[in-house]
């Protein structure tokens, strides 16, 4: 089981943590701007799907290859995510936790000052060939990789110059700052989870926790990037043009279905439930949520009992994407549940095929 790489909690550096992680800010006043005029800590956490035809229909000159468009509604929900961070957010950090910078011993931070080179998708090599140069936060990674250490987690400082930066750490990145003039912490995800059936989170749960503590620690403004897609079953064949939205729609009305269940908690506010539902919504749909990187997200936001503001959803080759913001001090609207709705699709017993799925 993946607890073998656990280690005891409690070091050396600093004392462990013992306070409960907050569940909720006090709400903000905007200021004249639109921006909120919190000070240090937690902002914002997005919910940020990183499958390359995004950046490959937005047709950056980072990216080589070139598009005539595509996935939209999609692209058009990270137009007001953008739009949000610059002008509300304002964070000094943007904290992003990947699913394919895969280390399978612990939890690694990118400690590198100045990550350069050039992004290749492996499966979708023709869609994201991407040059990146970006800075990193090093004091806060450092921080982070710290506080994760005394929270018990098995955990490692990259600080080697030469390791590429995986695409999904990229297109998380470059949808919500194309301009990449915000420092950057990358972490990595601690993938022997996959080697089970049944997800573990846990271990993202407390690195969510280990990276609110360094946030508050070092007195950053930071805003958490969870780059993630959610049901996660995909075609296998692709169409001559790959931006052909004819041939794009959920994988089936199975998968589409409990992506709307888990959207349903969200936008009613039902964090709780959402949490519980997570692993079930897995086992479904072999959602890469899997990876934890949500998971590592609410969990640095405490759990807030407020509702996430779903700003789209998509399908990229019939996976489900959702774009999401949660805003502590600036909730969204609740949209409750109907009454006597529950989560989990009628069909929830319904065999899945499990391939091996990735974008
Ligand atoms: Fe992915």
Known sequence: MSRVFHITVGDRRRPPQTAPVPTGAPAAELGPGGGDERGPGIVAGFLAPHPPHLIYAENPPQNQPRSRGGWELLRWAYQEARRRLRERHRPDVIVVHAPHWITMVGHHVNCVPNPRGLSVEPIFPHLLRYRYDFRTDVELATAIADCAADAGL??????????????????????????????????????????????????????????????????????????????????????DLPEDMAAEHPYDDHQYRWDMDLLTLVRAGRTRELRAFLPRHIEATAAEVKAGSLSWLLSALGWPEIPGDVLGYGTIIGTGNAVIEWDPANPARAHPAPPGWAPGPDDADRPRPMTGARS
């Not at 990229?170 to 950057?184: C, E, K, R, S």
């Not at 990358?186 to 022997?192: F, M, R, Y």
């Not at 996959?194 to 271990?203: I, P, R, V």
């Open 154 to 239: 098995v955990t490692r400082k990259l600080t080697n110059p030469g390791v590429r930066v995986d695409y999904a750490t990229i297109g998380a990145l470059h949808l919500l700052n194309p301009d990449w003039d915000i420092p950057v912490v990358s972490l990595s995800a601690n993938n022997n989870p996959y080697f089970y059936s049944d997800a573990d989170l846990e271990q993202m749960e407390r690195l969510g926790a280990a990276t609110r503590r360094a946030v508050e620690e070092t007195g950053r403004r930071a805003v958490l990037a969870g780059s993630n897609s959610l049901s996660h079953l995909h075609w296998d064949r692709e169409p």
